[in-house]
């Protein structure tokens, strides 16, 4: 109930277009939900989250789209560039009351040029 | 405004031997977070740390592994008698206060164990 799952595995998408990455979760306790990007040798860094209270947040080219009943939220990237490709996690918490993250097992993203 | 730092970056050991990692919380952090992350996988939470205190590290082997974050100095992952099986890339993150949600992350050790 603890896990968060993450689909795909990876991902090659041309440039221009809309990736589209999936986690789902059980623990309905969760109530904030961050993606981190990783590129490699690098540590994660924060690039958007959200809270259950709205169905979507957008910064920049980067959506994320919360479906609370499903317990599914994704992560979509608009006119998505080469400098985009890196590894994308989702995670889980439970806010204020817990500070582990619950990480999904990442998704390893291609920009083709 | 320095963000997390990790040292070593890269840390060869060979079996048996100790592994140190440290990390220096960003400023005016006094929380602290430890995660390792196997290849191709995500992170796993190890141990959180305040100033002096051992939080929760519910996520830590029972065996070979303390953590520790003195009142003065960075906080320390300790891996003693390592093994093969601890190659993996050690992910420290910080934040301001418990209650804060955004945790900050260093760049990561990554151990070989030989």
């Known amino acids: 109930q603890q896990q968060v799952k993450q689909s795909p595995q990876s991902l090659i998408v041309q440039k221009g277009g809309i990736p589209i990455i999936n986690c789902a979760y059980e623990n309905t306790a969760f109530d904030y939900f961050p993606w981190y990007q990783q590129f490699p040798g690098k540590g994660p860094a924060l690039l958007i989250a959200i809270r259950p209270d709205v169905s979507e947040k957008k910064e920049g080219r980067f959506t994320i789209s919360f479906n609370k009943s499903a317990k599914q939220f994704s992560l979509h990237i608009m006119d998505s560039q080469p400098g985009d490709s890196a590894t994308y996690f989702c995670a889980a918490n439970l806010g204020d009351s817990n500070y582990q993250l619950i990480w999904g097992a990442g998704t390893k993203l291609i920009i083709k040029p | 405004n320095a963000g997390v730092m990790q040292n070593p970056r890269h840390l060869v050991r060979r079996r048996g031997q100790e592994a140190r990692l440290r990390c220096s919380p960003m400023?005016?952090?006094?929380?602290v977070y430890w995660y390792r992350q196997l290849p191709e996988e995500g992170l796993k939470f190890m141990v959180y740390?305040?100033?002096?205190?051992?939080?929760?590290e519910s996520g830590m082997p029972k065996e070979r592994f303390s953590a520790e974050f003195p009142k003065e100095g960075p906080s320390i992952l300790r891996i003693q008698q390592v093994v093969r099986g601890d190659s993996a890339a050690y992910f420290c993150?910080?934040?301001?206060?418990?209650?804060?949600?955004?945790?900050?992350f260093g760049p990561g050790t990554r151990l070989t164990v030989l």
């Open positions: 740390l305040q100033k002096e205190n051992i939080i929760d």
């Open positions: 400023k005016g952090h006094s929380h």
């Open positions: 993150a910080s934040s301001p206060t418990a209650g804060e949600d955004t945790q900050y």
